[in-house]
């Protein structure tokens, strides 16, 4: 028994809270990594990022000080098959510097066919994670939280995770196209940003069949700026989670997910 599932589902969510990114180091690193695949027989590849940047008490430091500020981004892309014909173009672009608005630290972009010989089936996985957490600060900035009084600026804790996630599952016949960017590292002025894209599509008029996942969360933790005496400046004043899954299996003729996150002192 077969299933068609004309699908476009379009998601958009944009988080407005405070997290606040620290700078990029003054050694910088840039790389990128480019494949371009026209195989039939095994595929065996796989991409994996973790990235960890500061500012403020060294990450051997168990102890979290005032102003301290981190930012965890882990990147992770997979694609095995056991046979089939694979067609893929894909290039991942890192830089660790501070990003403007307009700009991301990583960016992974891939466009994919699959068609199945003698049975043989493809497997993927995509998955984008950024977590930025920050103690208060009373650091003289040019910019003000919306919470601070005439006489004092005082930026409170938080702790934000978001992730975006894909899974291809014993596909026999696909056309896929993923785009992935994160901004992770900017200083108090830059917003920090996750976008993801998938879409899932016939080849030729011939539907995609198999199994398609998507998940998208997220977790939001703020504190709140108020009188110092009443020290609420570390504790959770306000929180925020979402989750947004999909699941397809059959004949996949359009299934089309997008998400978007953006976080900061200014959006």
């Given at each position: ?17 405070a ?25 065996d ?5 973790d ?18 500020l ?6 992770h892309?997979s ?26 630290n ?7 066919t ?22 208060s ?26 992730q ?7 596909i ?9 960017e ?5 200083g ?13 599509t ?21 504190a ?44």
């Amino acid at each position: 028994m077969r299933w068609s599932y004309p699908l476009i589902l379009l998601i958009l969510m944009a988080g407005v809270s405070a997290d606040r990114l620290p700078p990029g180091m003054p050694e910088t690193q840039v790389f990128s990594i480019g494949s371009t695949l026209s195989v039939t027989g095994i595929t065996d590849q796989s991409t994996q990022m973790d990235w960890t940047s500061s500012r403020g008490s060294p990450l051997e430091s168990t102890t979290f000080n005032s102003s301290d500020l981190i930012s965890l981004v882990q990147y992770h892309d997979s694609l095995m098959g056991n046979g089939g014909t694979v067609v893929e173009v894909k290039n991942f672009d890192f830089g660790s510097g501070s990003q403007s608005r307009s700009m991301y630290n990583i960016e992974s972009e891939k466009v994919l066919t699959y068609n199945s010989r003698e049975g043989s089936l493809l497997l993927g996985s995509e998955t984008l994670m950024m977590d930025n957490m920050g103690n208060s600060t009373s650091d003289s900035l040019p910019i003000r939280c919306v919470f601070s009084d005439q006489n004092a600026i005082l930026m409170p804790a938080f702790c934000n995770i978001v992730q975006a996630k894909s899974d291809l599952i014993n596909i026999n016949q696909a056309k896929v196209s993923t785009k992935g960017e994160i901004r992770s590292a900017g200083g108090f002025s830059t917003s920090a940003a996750m976008n993801y894209r998938i879409a899932v599509t016939a080849d030729k008029n011939v539907p995609a069949h198999g199994t398609v996942r998507t998940e998208f969360a997220g977790s939001i933790m703020e504190a709140r700026d108020t009188n110092l005496s009443e020290n609420t400046w570390y504790k959770t004043a306000a929180t925020n989670s979402w989750k947004d899954k999909t699941e397809v299996a059959g004949e996949v003729r359009n299934l089309q997910k997008t998400f978007g996150y953006v976080s900061g002192m200014r959006v």
